[in-house]
């Protein structure tokens, strides 16, 4: 049932892309807003875990309120796999017209000094186009992390995908990951890292939203080790065609303190201006999985087994 499970999950996104690229444009978003509104409408786990995000996010708004934001967030989740589906067929015009970003001279004029660039973003609306946006309209290349996902087919297709819109694609697992990118920093190239989960259980502790979250040292420790300009950024829809988004003040390595020290002052500050992006506009975060300690925590218990020990397994997630 497993294979067979992992074949269908493979195909369907196959054929995601080989169909939905070639449909027009109004088509494609209809066909978008349908899908997350019956997935929205059953009700399933991953739309009351958003749900359940946000009520974090907003925490004075009334089930009725909760309701619309997951509806939207789930429309808001589907155009960024619409758009994704979408764009190997963008020409470089269209991806220029499609992203506007507020303040990108931070960004530039830290490739410009050499020392390299860590940009860290949330979930919010789609970082695969933002990072096409950089590439083309900017003309700067990048390196980034790709989650391993299951099926290995399924992990596969979207390395080649992200490495067809010209995005150097290093695998999350397998120890190699962070001297390749301190390389390509010291070299004072561009390494784009989507940093409000944590994917190795062993993250530095965050203040999000009012409670305990763990987010990855991994953008901070490369700043410290490399030099590089770490960057915060947040992106979201405002209901046009276009992708809105900031790059906000540099997070500056401390003066002083232990490396685990600076690491966790500067993993909070990555944490604050994600806090602030998300927000502004929490329809566009697209956190389908658990997050905050206490509810990582509560699926342990519910989860461990006759040996008192969690069973280790990886929660499914965007890529």
Request: aromatic share 6%; glycine share 10%.
């Amino acid at each position: 049932m497993s294979a067979l499970k992992d074949r269908l999950t493979d195909g369907l996104y196959g054929l995601g892309w080989a169909t939905v690229k070639k449909l027009p444009e109004p088509v494609a978003a209809g066909l978008g807003r349908g899908i997350a509104d019956l997935a929205w409408k059953r009700r399933g786990p991953r739309v009351l875990r958003l749900e359940a995000n946000l009520a974090r996010v907003v925490p004075d708004a009334t089930p009725e309120r909760l309701a619309e934001l997951s509806k939207a967030g789930m429309r808001s989740y589907m155009r960024y796999w619409m758009e994704s589906f979408r764009l190997p067929t963008w020409s470089r015009e269209q991806v220029g017209r499609a992203v506007d970003i507020k303040d990108i001279h931070l960004l530039e004029e830290g490739l410009a000094s050499g020392r390299g660039v860590v940009l860290a973003l949330p979930h919010l609306a789609n970082w695969d186009l933002a990072g096409v946006w950089a590439t083309r309209a900017l003309g700067v290349p990048f390196t980034t992390v790709a989650e391993r996902l299951e099926p290995e087919s399924l992990y596969d297709r979207f390395v080649a995908y992200r490495e067809s819109l010209g995005m150097e694609v290093v695998p999350h697992t397998g120890g190699s990951a962070f001297g390749r990118l301190a390389r390509r920093l010291r070299a004072g190239g561009l390494v784009c890292l989507v940093a409000d989960r944590d994917l190795s259980a062993s993250g530095t502790e965050v203040t999000f939203f009012g409670e305990t979250a763990r987010m990855p040292a991994g953008p901070a420790i490369l700043a410290q080790q490399t030099g590089a300009l770490l960057l915060p950024a947040t992106l979201w829809y405002d209901g046009a065609a276009v992708m809105r988004g900031r790059i906000h003040p540099p997070v500056e390595v401390p003066g002083t303190g232990t490396r685990a020290e600076k690491t966790a002052l500067m993993t909070q500050a990555l944490a604050d201006a994600f806090a602030e992006g998300i927000a502004e506009h929490p329809e566009d975060w697209h956190m389908l999985q658990r997050l905050w300690l206490a509810d990582l925590e509560e699926r342990g218990a519910d989860e461990r087994g006759t040996d008192g020990r969690a069973p280790e397994r990886s929660e499914g997630g965007t890529a």
